[in-house]
């Protein structure tokens, strides 16, 4: 018979034949036979099952050893002994290896021929062992696979108690091992279907043993919390997830994130590793334990870890979208990590680049389930944009590509964000900036959110661009007297804006000593008042310092007198400010501060009684003009109480709208919600110079009269400051609501501006007049809020009063007092501060500002002084309306820029810096309803200056054809703190946070 059998294998014949012939052979299995021949037939059929040229031969031998071995079942039971399964495991068979999956595919095999006879037993107590010992040798998926099946129809070769323990920890250790290099769609099947088998023989043995199930996940966080930089474990151990139970999460997350033995690193390297697990393609509830372990990170505090993973993974999982197998689940963590992650808007930011392109593919793709995921997509990015506004650059595009698509109401995308969201302030620095990234295109150093701070950020760029104001302040010689002055950390925060190798600089310093007692760390503020009191500050500063340096250098205040010999103060010396410029003293001996020098400008209010014509004048500083809307604009917001604020067109209209209401010097209407063009900047500004009439509860007493009486008051500007500083009076307080509103009305801002400026008239003898202030005077946010109340005189009440005057003075003659013409002084747009948000209480500020390499407006002379309003040939003053005047006209534009495109201007926002242009500036609202400009820097513009023979431009007793050098100790500062940056992004061993606790210190 084995003669016949072997024959049969090894000639000539076809196919057919040979089944024929082996089909006999089959049959001929249930005659007698010999013990000897059962003996050589099992080994020549086992060498063929082992040996076989092809498959038909493997497949004779399968055949021919279970017919025989079935009707000689105790001759099989001789030849397959312990012994021979022990040599399988352990030695092979022949040239093939011990590890090859034909031995355990023999074996499982045999064990089916066998499983009724007593010395399987004993068979099974062998692989028990071997079994053990093979997968500690980290074997292949395909011998895994071959085991997971073996096992999972003998469980009697599974290893028990103690030993089981340790079966499943190594089990899962080699999963941990697993890789696939193929890259056919059939050899990826494959290779999932093995890991399955795997995941499938652990998920029965955690069933059959539950004390086998904690061991096993503690290796598998072993595993994945692993810091080993040459091992990285693989994914598949993702299969194991489905196979927990859903009740165990909460207990074992809490578990992990309690342990005082698992350091940061580790944690941090699971975290990021389970998020890898969302590529799996059929893992199930992997992210219901990616958000229990964040959200466990985050009841512990553990911000650091969270901002971490987040950062280095966010993109990660954004890529999964595109996958449909495994695209919901990596939604669910994508939202969860973003909504969470509310202290910055740079995770959301890293994922902006990709979400057109993805929103394009869902909308094409075809399939039935990409039109419900895109709105739950599309929901999870107008909450984001919502939460970071203020960046139209960036999601303009965006915008565009999801218009037509429905969109959540602000009431919900609150809801939604109020769900998930987790707060770092205190760690947010330190971590979110290990990546150190290098500068962007522009070149310019962002400032970083040191949390809610936007509001100072938004006005050291505003101030910053202020080229006259950042040279001075960087040119200040400042002495041992002023070295632990305010002045004296802006001039140190402006050196490392203009010179450190950051991307973005951190403010602490400077934050702690610029912020008002009032203002709580940590919240929000309002930059417009933040600028008041910032300026205030500097100015009074450097007022006391000026006094306490007109005293003699030896004597102390409060010393009492002393010998005047040595260490006078010269009287000149006296006169000038302490922090004058390094080249010299200021011109003229002025003793006006820098801030004065910069931005102080002088307003003479008038009162004028309209019984008996008596004025009253008192002339007092400035350093920026708080403009308030027209009251009808304010009656747009009149209604119900909302949460909500509205304004402008969002508004709805109830009832008719209100009448226009004009004043005496523009014939601008404000007619809220109607189609006249939007309010600009110089219409606000005639407003706040247009007299108003005192009357009623608001009448005013006149001296002369020794009575309450109907009055006028007007203002006028009479001394124009270099930079002109203007603030929107957005925030109203409404009483019925008891809620400040914000008044969301666009307003058009143009590149130049014309401000009339008056030269004071003459003196009054009257006892009511009253003297010029002397103190610079910050307007507070409570007298800015009282602008908005006052009403200007309707035209009938212009006409009645022309006629009760007792001189009936008409036109000109009605104004207060004897005005001389106004000279209009040209002013160029430097930056602008917007804020971003639905009211004062919340929202984000960012700002625009001038790109200048060499000076700021002052190098850019008007091609044609008359487009201004400027004197003509003759020397008269060209017959124009006494008001503010922007110009818009895209050729005065390019006379002023000098024909600069895009890239004039930069957009600041924190950390972020990028090219702008001055029609974005001039259209965001319209694309953002809810970004208005708030703080506005127009910077005077000198038509008198010219080019001196070195081609430099001087003004203000500086030259401006570059930066100023900066004073030894200052290039120290900023050289170390390069050179330890550098340190850090060429591999250091000092992270980030300690090189910036050293520099911080060193401040």
Not at 97 to 117: E, F, Q, T
Not at 340 to 356: C, G, N, R, T
Not at 619 to 648: I, M, Y
Not at 957 to 973: I, N, T, V
């Amino acid at each position: 018979m084995d003669k016949i059998l072997e024959g049969l294998v090894s000639s000539s014949h076809s196919v057919p034949v040979k089944k024929a012939i082996v089909k006999k052979v089959v049959e001929a299995a249930e005659k007698e036979v010999t013990a000897e021949q059962c003996q050589a037939l099992y080994t020549l059929t086992t060498r063929l099952i082992f040996l076989g040229e092809d498959a038909f031969q493997k497949q004779v031998g399968f055949q021919v050893l279970e017919a025989y071995a079935r009707y000689h079942r105790a001759d099989f039971e001789l030849f397959f002994s312990k012994d021979f399964v022990l040599g399988l495991l352990q030695q092979g068979y022949g040239p093939l290896d011990r590890k090859d999956p034909a031995m355990v595919n023999y074996i499982h095999g045999c064990l089916r021929l066998l499983i009724s006879c007593p010395s399987v037993l004993d068979i099974f107590s062998i692989i028990q062992t071997e079994i053990l010992r093979m997968v500690c040798e980290r074997p292949e998926p395909a011998l895994c696979a071959r085991l997971a099946t073996m096992l999972s129809d003998f469980i009697q070769c599974i290893p028990r108690e103690k030993t089981a323990i340790l079966f499943c920890q190594q089990l899962v250790r080699t999963i941990g091992y697993f890789h696939c290099p193929a890259s056919q769609e059939r050899e990826l099947r494959e290779y999932v279907d093995q890991v399955t088998k795997v995941s499938t023989l652990l998920q029965n043995i955690w069933k059959a043993e539950p004390v086998t199930l904690l061991p096993s996940l503690q290796e598998v966080f072993a595993i994945i919390s692993s810091t080993d930089p040459s091992f990285d474990p693989s994914i598949a151990l993702a299969s194991l997830v489905q196979h927990i139970p859903l009740q165990m999460i909460t207990v074992l997350i809490k578990s992990l994130t309690t342990d005082q033995n698992v350091k940061d690193t580790s944690m941090t390297q699971a975290l990021c590793r389970m998020i890898d697990w969302l590529s799996w393609p059929l893992a199930h509830h992997v992210e219901m334990w990616v958000i229990a372990l964040l959200k466990g990170l985050a009841a512990v505090q553990k911000f650091t870890i969270l901002i971490d993973v987040t950062l280095l993974k966010i993109e990660l999982v954004f890529n999964r979208l595109w996958y449909p197998i495994v695209r919901q689940g990596a939604l669910v963590v994508l939202s969860h990590m973003l909504l969470s992650f509310q202290h910055s808007p740079e995770a959301f930011h890293l994922v902006v680049p990709h979400i057109v392109d993805l929103v394009q593919s869902l909308k094409h793709d075809g399939l039935p389930t990409s039109k419900a995921f895109l709105l739950h997509f599309t929901e999870l990015v107008h909450c984001m944009m919502y939460q970071y506004s203020g960046f139209p650059d960036l999601y303009d595009d965006i915008l565009e590509a999801i218009k037509e698509l429905p969109g959540p109401g602000e009431e919900k995308i609150k809801l939604v964000l109020n769900q998930s969201a987790w707060t770092s302030q205190s760690n947010s620095f330190a971590s979110g900036l290990l990546r150190l990234p290098g500068k962007s295109e522009t070149g310019k150093t962002g400032l970083i959110n040191l949390g809610n701070t936007c509001y100072m950020n938004s006005i050291i760029q505003t101030l910053f661009s202020a080229t006259d104001f950042r040279r001075h302040v960087l040119s200040l010689c400042l002495n041992d007297a002023t070295a632990n002055t305010l002045m004296k950390k802006l001039q140190l925060l402006f050196t490392f804006l203009s010179h450190t190798q950051r991307a973005a600089y951190a403010p602490r310093v400077f934050f702690e000593a610029s912020r008002p007692p009032w203002f709580n760390a940590g919240s929000q503020q309002d930059c417009s008042e933040y600028l008041r009191f910032l300026l205030d500050r500097l100015h009074e500063e450097e007022k006391t310092i000026q006094v306490l340096m007109t005293a003699k250098p030896n004597v102390s205040p409060g010393n009492g007198p002393s010998d005047n010999t040595g260490g006078e103060t010269s009287a000149e010396d006296a006169r000038v400010s302490p922090v004058a410029p390094v080249e010299g003293k200021s011109e003229g001996n002025d003793e006006r501060t820098l801030i004065e020098r910069m931005f102080g400008g002088r307003l003479s209010t008038g009162i004028r009684c309209m019984t008996c014509n008596s004025v009253s004048e008192k002339e007092e500083p400035f350093t920026d003009l708080s403009l308030a809307f027209c009251p009808s604009s304010l009656l747009q917001n009149e209604g119900p109480c909302q949460g909500a604020v509205n304004g402008g067109s969002e508004a709805p209209e109830i009832g008719p709208s209100p009448k226009p209401v004009t004043t005496s010097t523009t014939s601008v209407h404000f007619v809220p919600g109607s189609s006249e063009p939007p309010l600009s900047v110089p219409d606000l500004v005639d407003y706040f110079l247009a007299p108003e009439i005192l009357d009623k509860e608001n009448a005013y007493f006149c001296q002369k009269c020794g009575s309450l009486q109907r009055a006028e008051r007007g203002m006028r500007v009479v001394a124009a400051p270099e930079y002109l500083i203007l603030t929107l009076l957005r925030f109203s307080y409404d009483a019925k609501c008891h809620v400040r509103r914000k008044i969301l009305d666009n307003v058009t801002i143009p590149p130049l501006m014309r401000l009339p400026v008056h030269a004071p008239p003459p003196k009054h003898s009257s006892p009511s007049s009253s003297p010029p202030s002397s103190t610079l005077q910050v307007d507070s946010p409570e007298s800015s809020e009282n602008l908005a109340k006052k009403l200007k005189p309707s035209q009938r009440e212009e006409e009645e009063t022309g006629l009760e005057g007792d001189n009936g003075m008409a036109g000109g003659e009605s104004e207060v007092g004897v005005w001389p013409a106004a000279q209009f002084v040209p002013y160029v747009l430097s930056s602008v501060v917007m804020h971003s948000g639905m009211s004062s209480e919340s929202g984000h500020y960012y700002s625009y500002g001038r790109n200048l390499n060499g000076a700021d407006g002052a190098q850019h002379h008007l091609a044609n002084p008359l487009a201004l309003g400027e004197e003509s040939g003759n020397g008269q003053t060209e017959p124009i309306a006494l008001t503010c005047s922007g110009a818009t006209h895209p050729k005065q534009e390019v006379e002023v820029y000098g024909g600069q495109a895009a890239g004039d201007w930069l957009l600041f926002n924190d950390s972020r810096v990028t090219f702008t242009s001055l029609g974005s500036v001039q259209n965001v609202t319209n694309r953002f309803p809810k970004d208005t400009a708030y703080v506005l820097i127009y910077r005077k513009q000198d038509v008198t200056r010219g080019q001196n023979s070195t081609g430099g431009v001087t003004a203000n007793g500086m030259r401006l054809g570059s930066e100023p050098p900066l004073q030894k100790e200052l290039m120290d500062a900023v050289t170390k703190d390069n050179k330890l940056f550098l340190q850090v992004r060429e591999g250091g061993v000092r992270s980030y946070s300690v090189v910036n606790e050293e520099l911080q210190c060193r401040e």
